[in-house]
């Protein structure tokens, strides 16, 4: 009986698989590795108990009502620099965001004058 290429090829790839099972590499074991526990869906102020979803905005929390880091010690000027820029209530001026249209009245004289 003949051999069509479609069955050639899937001989040679059961060949193939065979002897990739013999020799597979074993990969190193991730035992230096530390594995992360994941972020809690709450943050909790252990000063006033206030509780956040975001940790950015415990970490503004802290600083700014506490002056206190997320690990305990003291707020720098840094921190408080940042908190306060992170926290500014001044709203953005936008009215020059977008031009405004300029409309020109239809009474004009100066298309009557470019006619004549």
Known sequence: MACTKGAVQREKERE???????????????????RQSSRPSQYICYFCDKVNRQRTNHKRHMIMKHACRLDGTKATAED???????????????SQQFKSKEYVSSDSDSDSDAMS
């Not at 193939?16 to 530390?34: A, F, I, L």
């Not at 408080?80 to 001026?93: C, M, P, T």
């Open 80 to 94: 408080l620099a940042w908190a306060r820029a992170w926290a500014s209530k001044e709203r953005v001026d936008r």
């Open 16 to 34: 193939k698989e065979n002897n990739d099972s013999d020799h597979r590499k074993v990969r190193p074991s991730k035992k230096g590795r530390k």
